[in-house]
């Protein structure tokens, strides 16, 4: 990706000299700009301080998957159930320990270990009649430390369930474009403050229809991007812009 492609949606992140102008037009002009520009960063710095604070503290978390007939409450339950059981096994790295009754009976109250959950559509092929079709799969983030402490009370500690993933805190800074109004910011750091994987994010400044923000991540980089463009929410347009100081350009979907 050239530095070009960025386009109009990512003006020069670096503040150029000003000299003053005799021109009143020319004057006028850059004095509505500076005060859009400030009411942008106000609004953005207003929408990220109602919702930042819960970022700060959000704990490392074990995923779990399970395929899921559709959105209601029956399904999702039983695909937490599902998913971790998966986390257990994974952790325990026995395919045969739901068959005790105190693992089982502990992974039936997944709820009680879940901080969020979200859906994805993936493309899966029939075996039978070598048709494509789509399976709706629930992905589940289950707080780490909850978990170790039910594997630790079973007698399973020291099995490795005991090292959480995604505890290194990464600092990245990312360009975020489409943003029109308020509601888009609010959409936008709302999706963020839901992430299991951000601790916390705030933005550095806005320019036209985007804003440079620092998130802190739990975890790989890469792994997050990816994460983004399955929730749909954003678009990755690019992982590695040839942007100085820039980690990564995201657009929000309308």
Do not use: C
């Amino acid at each position: 990706m050239r530095a070009s492609d960025i386009g109009d949606s990512m003006p020069a992140i670096r503040l150029m000299r000003i000299t003053r102008s005799n021109d009143p037009v020319r004057s006028a002009h850059f004095s509505v700009a500076s005060r859009t520009t400030r009411f942008l960063v106000a609004l953005v710095m207003l929408v990220a301080s109602v919702i930042a604070f819960p970022l700060r503290a959000a704990p490392a978390t074990y995923s779990g998957e399970s395929p899921v007939a559709n959105q209601t409450e029956a399904a999702r339950s039983g695909a937490l159930k599902t998913a971790l059981a998966d986390v257990v096994i994974r952790l325990s790295g026995d395919a045969g320990i739901l068959a005790r009754d105190e693992v089982a009976k502990a992974v039936a109250a997944a709820d009680k270990y879940v901080l969020q959950y979200r859906y994805r559509n993936e493309t899966v092929t029939d075996d039978s009649t070598g048709g494509a079709g789509q399976q709706l799969v629930l992905v589940a983030e289950f707080d780490s430390n909850a978990v170790d402490r039910m594997l630790a009370g079973l007698g399973l500690a020291g099995t490795g369930s005991a090292v959480a993933i995604d505890t290194t805190p990464v600092q990245k800074r990312v360009w975020l474009s489409g943003m029109h109004s308020a509601a888009d910011y609010a959409r936008s750091f709302g999706y963020l403050s839901k992430q299991a994987m951000v601790r916390q994010s705030w933005p550095i400044e806005a320019r036209g229809d985007g804003v440079l923000i620092r998130v802190e991540l739990a975890g790989d980089f890469n792994r997050w991007l990816g994460q983004v463009n399955q929730d749909g929410i954003f678009q990755v347009n690019s992982a590695s812009p040839p942007v100085q100081d820039i980690d990564a350009t995201l657009s929000l979907n309308p």
